[in-house]
Nanobody
């Protein structure tokens, strides 16, 4: 499974941005977004189960970010609203064959190349 993340860029604090992650034959994988800010460890942001029935969010983004998936387009989205300066990071999409949606990075078999989100205040 190859994943291609896109959609990053410069956004003003309070603004919105939508990230996309395209991949072939990823319909049976749970998909998640992680992020890594400079000098910090990579952290879980949001995840969606392979069926799309379950989603999970880090507390820091709950209520502001929404993860969704489009099976016809083999694409997962991360809609980022009310963006804050602390959301600035490189965002990575990842696919997991785990039957349970998990925040454990070790459970993710495939990773995209990352897309940079910069937030101006």
């Amino acid at each position: 499974v190859q994943l291609q993340a896109s959609g990053g860029g410069l956004v003003q604090a309070g603004g919105s941005l939508r990230l996309s992650c395209a991949g072939r034959t990823f319909s049976l994988y749970a998909m998640s977004w992680f992020r890594q800010a400079p000098g910090k460890v990579r952290e879980f942001v949001a995840g969606i189960s392979w069926s799309g029935a379950s989603t999970y969010y880090a507390d820091s983004v709950k209520g502001r970010f929404t993860i969704s998936r489009d099976y016809a387009k083999n694409t997962v989205y991360l809609q980022m609203n009310s963006v804050k300066p602390e959301d600035a990071a490189v965002y990575y999409c990842a696919a997991s064959s785990s039957p349970e949606l998990t925040t454990n990075q070790d459970a993710y078999n495939y990773w995209g190349q990352g897309t940079l989100v910069t937030v101006s205040s």
